[in-house]
């Protein structure tokens, strides 16, 4: 049973630049959320989605997007690369209707982003 | 709003003896649930013991468990028995509402050094 796939593990871009991070959820998952992890820091709540649409937002700009596909897989953008940028990304998986007990959120390996 | 807080950047241990790494929270929501994460240097977030808002009985989960304090507002997750392998961060972190798809809020994450 794969859990969560994300990809690339890691990839250096300048300022200015596009990123676009992938993440392949846990089998029989069918939500995804995305997550930005600083250095020193914890991780962070970017957007969830589910359904193909984003559900739930957290605190951060426009130039953050993403995508669902028919598959549940998910992909995160970020145009216009900031030096503040460069995180981790952590890309985890759930199911929608899921209980109150966690062992339904699984996580990647995450995306390691460094911006120049 | 929810806020975590984790007062203890690193911490060492001597093998096979017990650890106490701090967290307390902040939340308005009188249903939450109460999470530990463990982050080897690889970057997955492996989840570790769960504790929900209206649980009587503090969680155990085979060496982990977690001292929950709800006047004081604090979830201490103990570890008994340290092994090597467990030198890694460690996140505490919590979701309001306690649905499973709340999103969760980390705090900063104590950097925990088993020593031989």
């Known amino acids: 049973d794969a859990g969560v796939t994300q990809s690339p593990t890691h990839l250096i871009k300048t300022r200015g630049q596009q990123v676009t991070l992938r993440c392949s959820p846990k089998s029989g998952h069918d939500t995804v959320s995305w997550y930005q992890q600083a250095l020193g820091q914890g991780p962070q709540f970017i957007f969830q989605?589910?359904?193909?649409?984003?559900?739930q937002r957290g605190n951060f700009p426009d130039r953050f997007s993403g995508h669902q596909f028919p598959n549940y897989s998910s992909e995160l953008n970020v145009n216009a690369l900031l030096l503040g940028d460069s995180a981790l990304y952590l890309c985890a998986s759930s199911l929608v209707g899921g209980g109150a007990d966690t062992g339904e959120l699984f996580f990647g390996e995450g995306s390691r982003l460094t911006v120049l | 709003a929810q806020k975590i807080t984790q007062t203890q950047p690193g911490m060492f241990v001597q093998e096979k003896e017990a650890v106490t790494l701090d967290c307390t929270y902040d939340?308005?929501?009188?249903?939450?649930?109460l999470f530990w994460y463990k982050q080897p240097s690889s970057g997955e977030m492996i989840f570790l013991i769960y504790?929900?808002?209206?649980?009587?009985q503090n969680a155990t989960e085979g060496r982990y468990s977690l001292n929950f304090q709800k006047a004081r507002k604090s979830a201490n997750l103990v570890i008994s028995a340290s092994q090597l392998g467990d030198s890694a961060m460690y996140f505490c972190?919590?979701?309001?509402?306690?649905?499973?798809?709340?999103?969760?809020?980390f705090g900063k994450g104590t950097r925990l050094s088993v020593i031989a």
């Open positions: 939340t308005s929501d009188p249903s939450y649930g």
């Open positions: 972190a919590m979701r309001a509402h306690n649905s499973g798809n709340t999103p969760l809020v």
């Open positions: 504790q929900g808002s209206y649980d009587q």
């Open positions: 989605y589910y359904e193909e649409e984003e559900r």
